[in-house]
């Protein structure tokens, strides 16, 4: 299963069809998340995730980012991911 682009994303992850299809949808944002985590610089973070969040919220957000953005879809999933979770979960403004 590939999400090149959020049109793929959608296409399996807005009505996953079975149990694995979900975690798959899931795990792959956990992914993209764990990467940007990785390697984001402190002094510059891309977002500022809320260490209650669960991962399938992470995953809620990212759909519903796709949803209410569909002139986006055509873009690289990845993308797309930091983008929702930038939004969702912004960090403070520095003083």
Not at 24 to 45: M, W
Not at 68 to 78: D, K, S, V, W
């Amino acid at each position: 299963m590939t999400f090149d682009t959020g049109n793929d994303f959608l296409e399996a992850c807005e009505h996953p069809k079975d149990e694995p299809t979900n975690f798959a949808c899931t795990y792959y944002v956990l992914g993209v998340a764990d990467g940007i985590d990785l390697t984001q610089r402190p002094e510059k973070p891309v977002y500022c995730l809320d260490p209650h969040a669960t991962m399938a919220q992470e995953r809620n957000i990212t759909i519903r980012f796709m949803q209410t953005h569909p002139e986006r879809t055509h873009i690289a999933t990845a993308a797309l991911i930091s983008d929702a979770l930038r939004d969702a979960f912004p960090c403070p403004a520095a003083k």
